[in-house]
């Protein structure tokens, strides 16, 4: 993993996105939209989505966001990553349908994501060690939302503009290499060497917790 920090500039470039390699630490700064469940499946099967240009917010951040409403318009308390695999099912069609380059979350996304985000050109980033309440501080401001009265504050689209967001990690290039795909593939080819060092048997089996 490359320690020094890359800041992107939103919307990211299919030259910038192809530029960066699996394990890269980035963050973001420019125009993201946010979204969970109700988004993905309203866009797909409803063909509901909000009134972006989607080629200049091309920056989709997982994740329900916690907001205050204040004399000045809407601050934000907490914006904390949520798990990007459980919207697999969807991912794919979102980034065909939408053009999304940039996918922000928590863990990686699967084979359908990766691909996809190979046919645009583009890459998902997930959380290392921060926080929502910090990454807050880096929302320079709320620019608007969208179906606030018909889904509420935690499933509705926010529009927001970051600055130097982050830091994530590169973990689906724009090539649909998975950082967590490869990780698993290169402990399970160093397993054997792994048990004949701590002479473990080779047909040794693990409990079965789900027994």
Request: hydrophobic fraction near 40%; charged fraction near 20%.
């Amino acid at each position: 993993m490359n320690n020094t920090i890359i800041d992107l500039q939103l919307p990211l470039s299919p030259e910038q996105a192809g530029s960066l390699k699996l394990g890269d630490l980035v963050t973001v700064s420019g125009l993201m939209f946010t979204g969970r469940s109700r988004f993905h499946i309203r866009a797909v099967n409803e063909d509901i989505v909000p009134p972006l240009d989607f080629s200049t917010v091309n920056c989709f951040f997982h994740t329900g966001p916690v907001m205050r409403k204040t004399a000045q318009g809407w601050e934000t308390v907490s914006i904390e990553p949520t798990s990007s695999i459980r919207f697999e099912k969807y991912s794919g069609q979102v980034i065909r349908k939408l053009g999304i380059r940039t996918l922000i979350g928590k863990t990686t996304m699967g084979p359908d994501t990766a691909a996809a985000l190979k046919e645009v050109s583009g890459v998902h980033l997930s959380k290392i060690g921060i926080c929502g309440n910090m990454l807050s501080n880096q929302v320079h401001k709320v620019i608007d939302v969208f179906f606030l009265d018909e889904l509420g504050k935690t499933e509705a689209t926010w529009l927001i503009e970051v600055e130097q967001f982050g830091p994530f990690f590169v973990d689906i290039d724009a090539h649909g290499r998975n950082y967590f795909s490869e990780l698993k593939q290169l402990t399970e080819s160093r397993k054997p060497e792994a048990y004949q060092n701590l002479h473990i048997s080779a047909d040794f089996e693990y409990t079965d917790v789900n027994g």
